[in-house]
Structures are given as C-alpha cells and as structure tokens.
C-alpha cells in the first residue's frame, strides 16, 4: 500500500480512495483480461477460418490440376491418333490413285491382252506360249 497523508476527512476517506482505486484497477485488469480472451478467440477463428480456406482451395486446386492433366493427355492421344488416321489417308489417297491408274489400263484393249498372256497364259490366234521355268526350280 502507498503512504497517503491524511487530510481532514482523516483514514476513512484514504481508505474509500485506496478501495476506489483498487476497483479501478480491478475493473481495468478485468477489462484487458476480457480483451486478451477476445483477441486470442478471434486468434483462434482466424486460424480456423484460414485453415479451412487453405484446405478447400487445395482439394479446389488438385482437383483442377488431375482434370487438367487427364484432358492433357486426352489431347495428346488424340493427336498422335490423328496423325496415325492423317498417315491412313494419305495410303488410301496413293491406293485410290493407283487403282484409278489400273481401272484406265483395263480399259485399253492391248493392256488387257498383255495381262491375260502374261498372268493366265492365255494365247491369241496362231499363238505359241512358252513359260519360263521357275528359277527356284533351277536351283
């Protein structure tokens, strides 16, 4: 306790002062002690609230990343896909045009005589065929 000089009311009064300030200084410390409990619990909230975005934004954001990944590699399949079928066109193309080239030859009375002596050993009048021997015969 502190030395208050006595005045005239005497130590009553010092007494009602020292009580008085001693409820200040109670209320005060209830005050910051109040205000401690309601930082620390806004403390605690903001954590939680943090964490919880944190945690949502991650599931968000892998979720996002395997979908991104899983159509990058769809695309890719796709591509490779599509230069196998551009390859297959592009056979089909030199086929078609070789086929067409073939439909003209059989169109020409000459050719077809050629090709039927020379791959069924067919003879035209007066005609002698004569097949050469295999060469694996002759070995």
Do not use: C
């Amino acid at each position: 306790m502190e030395f208050i000089p006595l005045k005239k009311g005497g130590l009553g009064m010092a007494i009602k002062n020292e009580r008085a300030r001693q409820k200040i200084r109670q209320s005060y410390l209830n005050h910051e002690q109040v205000k401690k409990k309601i930082y620390e619990r806004r403390r605690k909230l903001l954590i939680r609230r943090l964490t919880a975005f944190f945690a949502v934004a991650f599931v968000v954001l892998y979720f996002y990343s395997s979908a991104l990944i899983s159509q990058s590699e769809l695309l890719d399949g796709k591509r490779k896909e599509l230069e196998a079928k551009e390859k297959q066109y592009e056979q089909l193309k030199d086929r078609q045009a070789v086929l067409k080239d073939e439909i003209k030859k059989l169109q020409d009375e000459e050719y077809i005589g050629k090709f039927a002596r020379k791959e069924y050993f067919l003879s035209g009048e007066n005609e002698i065929i004569f097949a050469p021997p295999d060469e694996e015969e002759d070995e």
